[in-house]
């Protein structure tokens, strides 16, 4: 992946399924739910949101919604508002959906395989977009523009727990589902709590997180929502004071001296995870740590550390990689 769209189904090697806690509603429950609530509302007030320092001004409910990241696309489905995405982009950056939203997933049409483009986005016919950040800006799609073409954008750009909370709540009203929403941050609250409780008294697991190789490890900085989600499974990402980047690249020296138990390895398109489990055990100095000598290797897709649907989700598994024999 390249380092512009960095920011990952959760797959512990050879483990499937959930780990802790209550299972999620399921997408046919969700979406009912919804239909119900959307069924039961018939007027819509004009609503204003603060999307991270950018007013957003919602006048009715949007029709035509685009759904860009897997991660986007996925809190979507799980909040049952799949018949409203006529759209959705990077699935290339994702291993397919979680089993309970994999057929809703699939009836989504396919905007870009990669990063939405500016002719796909403002010819889609799209009046909304909940797109993850690194898709706008400077070398992506310009948000003032797309207002221009009666296109409104609510920016998934969390960091804390209680920023994608936010975003799910906002959600949740724009679309008239405040119930639903609020159901799905509480079972996620809960299940968060469930694994903490349960790996409460163990030592922290210092955690590297490997995107890439080549020059240096290219890894997650101390404010990227991931390090958030090693933190709640019982980690300390190791490079967790570089506070001024999100990702950064860092020598193999930096990584030695920093002993990393496990090594969290970021699962997408290509370089393919079993080719860059192969890199790090061939490389001279990666070679050397305990945790590349026992394969304490975590597995790990992209979308599952972007924030969006899989918090609890996502905590369940590192714990359980993080702490095995708590979860035998």
């Not at 809190?75 to 089993?99: K, M």
Request: hydrophobic content about 35%; charged content about 25%; some cysteine.
């Amino acid at each position: 992946m390249s380092k512009k769209m960095m920011l990952g189904l959760t797959i512990l090697a050879g483990v499937t399924g959930l780990l802790v806690g209550c299972q999620p509603s399921s997408s046919e429950t969700v979406k009912k739910q919804s239909v119900e609530a959307n069924a039961n509302t018939n007027e819509y007030e004009t609503l204003t949101f603060d999307n991270y320092g950018r007013e957003i001004v919602v006048t009715e409910k949007p029709k035509n919604v685009l759904t860009l990241g897997p991660n986007s696309t996925e809190l979507f489905v799980a909040l049952g508002l799949t018949e409203y995405v006529i759209g959705n982009s990077l699935n290339n950056h994702s291993r397919g959906p979680l089993p309970e939203y994999e057929a809703d997933y699939k009836k989504i049409p396919e905007l870009t395989y990669g990063s939405a483009t500016r002719e796909a986005v403002t010819t889609s016919g799209a009046d909304f977009i909940y797109g993850i950040d690194w898709e706008f800006g400077a070398e992506g799609l310009d948000i003032e523009e797309l207002e221009g073409f009666g296109i409104t954008t609510y920016l998934n750009s969390a960091t804390t727990l209680d920023e994608i909370y936010q975003e799910i709540h906002d959600i949740g009203e724009i679309f008239q589902i405040e119930d639903v929403a609020a159901d799905f941050i509480s079972d996620q609250k809960a299940r968060i709590a469930a694994v903490q409780g349960k790996i409460s008294g163990q030592d922290p697991v210092n955690v590297l997180v490997y995107d890439s190789g080549g020059d240096g490890v290219f890894t997650a900085g101390g404010t990227n929502f991931e390090t958030l989600l090693i933190e709640q499974a019982g980690g300390k990402n190791v490079f967790d004071d570089i506070t001024d980047k999100q990702w950064t690249t860092v020598s193999y020296e930096e990584v030695l001296a920093r002993e990393p138990d496990v090594i969290v390895i970021h699962d997408y398109d290509a370089p393919s995870l079993e080719q860059k489990i192969e890199d790090i055990k061939n490389d001279p100095a990666l070679s050397q740590l305990d945790s590349v000598k026992n394969e304490r290797f975590i597995a790990i897709t992209l979308e599952s550390v972007l924030p969006g649907d899989r918090m609890a989700y996502t905590v369940e598994s590192l714990a359980k990689g993080f702490y095995p024999e708590l979860f035998e």
